[in-house]
Antibody
Framework: EVQLVESGGGLVQPGGSLRLSCAAS????????MNWVRQAPGKGLEWVAN????????NYVDSLKGRFTISRDNAKNSVYLQLNSLRAEDTAVYYC???????????WGQGTLVTVSS | QSALTQSASVSGSPGQSITISCTGT?????????VSWYQQHPGRAPKLIVY???QRPSGVSNRFSGSKSGNTASLTISGLQAEDEADYYC???????????FGGGTKLTVL
């Protein structure tokens, strides 16, 4: 089955860190850009970051640069998002999404909830 | 980077047509034909319904159509059905600095 499955979310204190994982299956993972998109409770979608097929190019939304890091391991068919210096406003469901033709998100995971609170 | 601008809500009766607009700038929607639309039902992940301004992925109903004029992209849903009630988001490539931007979302209510 073609799918993406996120994990690693949870409750973390302000200033803390988390590493989100997204496991891909059912398609040739190394052929696609991969993305992270987040959605705060009751709010809209916000693109967070993407990574080129072999990790040589990484892009981030300006507001998050320096705190979040995207990476991938093609041998494990997985993409990761390291979240550091977390703030309350980072509370959101984090989705990983496949980048078909790079810019179109044609496959999404179910999302993993990150809650930043003391 | 600023989000694309969408109206907060739209409504229509079954069988009617509605259009959702998405206004960007000359640095995103106005320059690139890399506009896509997503449908999101409550508690579910988004689903790609239009890409490259007006193309539909395989399996998406032809009741969904997209277009663009200048800095504004539009999604039209014809023959409204109850299952179309959802949130709709536009998305555009915004160049090498801003990368990807989403609209704020439009809630469609089928009366």
């Amino acid at each position: 089955e073609v799918q993406l499955v996120e994990s690693g979310g949870g409750l973390v204190q302000p200033g803390g860190s988390l590493r989100l994982s997204c496991a891909a299956s059912g398609f040739t993972f190394s052929s696609y850009w991969m993305n992270w998109v987040r959605q705060a409770p009751g709010k809209g979608l916000e693109w967070v970051a993407n990574i080129e097929q072999y990790g040589s190019e990484k892009n981030y939304v300006d507001s998050l640069k320096g705190r979040f890091t995207i990476s991938r391991d093609n041998a494990k068919n997985s993409v990761y998002l390291q979240l550091n210096s977390l703030r309350a406003e980072d509370t959101a469901v984090y989705y990983c999404a496949r980048g078909w033709q790079r810019f179109y998100f044609d496959l999404w995971g179910q999302g993993t909830l990150v809650t930043v609170s003391s | 980077q600023s989000a694309l601008t969408q109206s907060a809500s739209v409504s229509g009766s079954p069988g009617q047509s509605i259009t959702i607009s998405c206004t960007g700038t000359s640095t995103d929607v106005g320059t690139y034909n890399l506009v896509s639309w997503y449908q999101q039902h409550p508690g579910r992940a988004p689903k790609l319904i239009v890409y490259e301004v007006s193309q539909r992925p395989s399996g998406v109903s032809n009741r969904f159509s997209g277009s663009k004029s200048g800095n504004t992209a539009s999604l039209t849903i014809s023959g409204l059905q109850a299952e179309d009630e959802a949130d709709y988001y536009c998305c555009s490539y915004a160049g090498s600095f801003s990368h990807v931007v989403f609209g704020g979302g439009t809630k469609l209510t089928v009366l």
